[in-house]
């Protein structure tokens, strides 16, 4: 059984610049969720997505959005990069209805040049 | 007043020990609580989820929940090395979807 899965695993991207990370569930999972980790914090919820929506929403500039595709893998996409962005970002993915347990991918370590 | 607490540690403990790891949280309306447990440079791992008051084990794990006091912990029974990592507590209210986590406690198990 397959876990969640993110590309790339490192990425690094100039001030300005744009960037999409990827993300399939874990099989039987149809929600998505992302979160960003600074250095020596826990993670901060970026959004989440269900049925190719955006659900819910943190705290986090419209630089920051979303997708979901109809097979329930996401991408997050970051506009206009800042050195501040520099994280490691983890998608986590659930099944609506099963206790809002949520599974982390490796994640995708990002940084801001 | 942040919205989930933990201790930063580092917590040392012998091997053979138990490990005592606490979080306390803010919002009352909180249902759901999760402990992961995240290796230095990996991802968060859950490793146990508890809902309802009282004592949940799950092999050398027991997650507790008092939500009068708004408290949450998390046992480590007969620590190992391999244990050493930082646990991090997250909670969600249900209906709203997102977890909600402290800073995390680092753990340290020596030999």
């Known amino acids: 059984d397959a876990g969640v899965t993110q590309s790339p695993t490192h990425l690094i991207k100039t001030r300005g610049q744009q960037v999409t990370l990827r993300c399939s569930p874990k099989?039987?999972?149809?929600?998505v969720s992302w979160y960003q980790q600074a250095l020596g914090q826990g993670p901060q919820f970026i959004f989440q997505?269900?049925?190719?929506?955006?659900?819910q929403r943190g705290n986090f500039p419209d630089r920051f959005s979303g997708h979901q595709f109809p097979n329930y893998s996401s991408e997050l996409n970051v506009n206009a990069l800042l050195l501040g962005d520099s994280a490691l970002y983890l998608c986590?993915?659930?099944?609506?209805?099963?206790?809002?347990?949520?599974?982390f991918g490796p994640g995708t370590r990002l940084t801001v040049t | 007043q942040k919205e989930v607490e933990q201790n930063s540690g580092p917590l040392s403990v012998p091997e053979g020990a138990i490990a005592s790891l606490n979080c306390t949280y803010s919002?009352?309306?909180?249902?759901?609580f999760f402990w992961y447990r995240q290796y230095s440079g990996k991802s968060p791992e859950l490793i146990m989820s508890?809902?309802?008051?009282g004592d949940k084990e799950d092999g050398r794990f027991t997650a507790q929940l008092n939500k009068a006091s708004q408290y949450v912990s998390l046992l480590i029974r007969d620590s190992q090395p391999s244990d050493s990592a930082t646990y991090l507590c997250?909670?969600?209210?249900?209906?709203?979807?997102?977890?909600?986590f402290g800073a995390g406690t680092r753990l340290a198990v020596h030999p």
């Open positions: 986590a993915s659930s099944f609506t209805g099963s206790g809002w347990e949520q599974y």
């Open positions: 099989s039987g999972h149809d929600t």
């Open positions: 997505y269900y049925e190719e929506e955006e659900r």
């Open positions: 919002d009352r309306v909180s249902q759901s």
């Open positions: 508890i809902y309802s008051n």
């Open positions: 997250a909670v969600n209210n249900l209906g709203y979807n997102k977890l909600i």
